[in-house]
């Protein structure tokens, strides 16, 4: 690993807020995510950078001199990128258009939207491991554009440098094998995969789990058998009746696997759009969003099993945004 700008961020914020907790609030990290950050960068420059003192932290004297070489980077930077807002591009063409997400079922989506509305654009997509990358990544000017997830009442906070538009509000739904006995069914409820062995993908999304965890309290019980897979291999496993995993509705139904709706929606899942707002490409947002959100409804209405979910609540489309 490489020192990058995004390590310097951290270790400023850390120093500035004088607390791994506090600083890890502020950049919208979960504290241990903070915490295994600063050991990354720590076992790269090769010395401890801080020290923890009572409530907080301090730098060492190794530490104060990185941070006094991270502090004139990034007052450089944000110098560069304040001339680059009011001077804007001389050329008003969009050449180049920098896309981020985390892999989910509309990251495609954001591609073909964003090509047929700039056409002209060269366009690249970066895909995360976390939305706290991808997040970090465009509030330093790495990323124009990025399709965020997060859940209602567990919500990724944006940083100030940040804009978002609410894409739209889906439930979460189930995925099990057709030889299921409940597989006949619609709206399952969850107490009745309390036994259940629960096939979760590599995600690293904190919030998700919580969001998981929370549900099945609510349902009365606790997952107590949750295997970590590759994403690769969660369908053949469902499909073959070794457990169930959660699914976004839009995700398609392979031979062997339905997708099934939750009863009462008991977790749900956000889109949105998010961007720097003093870039010069913010004034594309509104059209962005307006294009996805359309492109949005027409996947869903492609979707069999959320169509019909939808329009058996006599409902046309997800919960759409205020």
């Known amino acids: ?22 600083a890890a609030a502020a950049l919208g990290f979960t504290q241990p995510a903070l915490t295994a950050q600063l050991q990354r960068i720590e076992r790269l420059l090769g010395g401890s950078l801080f020290v923890r003192a009572g409530s907080g932290s301090r730098p060492t004297a190794f530490g104060a001199m990185v941070l ?8 450089a930077h944000e110098d560069l990128m304040r001339d680059v807002r009011q001077r804007g591009p001389e050329d008003s063409d969009l050449t180049a258009l920098r896309l981020g997400s985390v892999p989910g079922p509309l990251t495609a989506v954001l591609v073909t939207t964003a090509r047929q509305l700039l056409p002209r654009a060269e366009i690249t997509l970066h895909t995360c491991d976390t939305e706290e990358e991808q997040l970090e990544l465009l509030a330093t000017g790495r990323l124009d554009f990025g399709l965020a997830v997060d859940y209602p009442e567990y919500e990724l906070p944006l940083r100030r440098e940040l804009s978002d538009a609410l894409l739209a509000v ?8 057709e030889q299921h006995p409940l597989a006949a069914g619609t709206d399952i409820p ?23 965890r929370a549900a099945c309290r609510r349902a009365g019980f606790v997952p107590r058998r949750v295997q970590r897979l590759s994403a690769s291999v969660v369908f053949p496993l469902v499909g073959q ?17 339905v997708v099934r709706p939750l009863a009462g929606d008991p977790m749900g899942v956000r889109q949105r759009l998010v961007w720097a707002t003093g870039s010069p490409l913010a004034e594309h947002a509104p059209a962005l969003r307006d294009a996805l959100r359309k492109a949005y409804r027409s996947e869903v209405q492609r979707a069999g099993v959320y169509w019909k979910w939808l329009e058996d609540k006599g409902r046309t489309s997800p919960s759409d945004p205020a």
């Open 1 to 22: 690993m490489d020192l990058e700008f995004r390590h310097l961020r951290v270790l400023n914020a850390i120093a500035e807020a004088g607390s791994i907790t506090r």
């Open 68 to 75: 006094a070489h991270a502090h004139g980077i990034l007052t």
């Open 190 to 212: 969850l107490s009745a995969l309390s036994g259940e062995a629960w096939l979760v993908g590599e995600n690293k999304d904190v919030r998700m789990r919580a969001q998981f």
């Open 170 to 177: 889906d439930p979460v739904f189930v995925l099990i094998s």
């Open 241 to 257: 009746g070794h457990g169930v995993a959660l699914a976004h509705p839009l995700v398609t139904e392979r031979e062997g696997v």
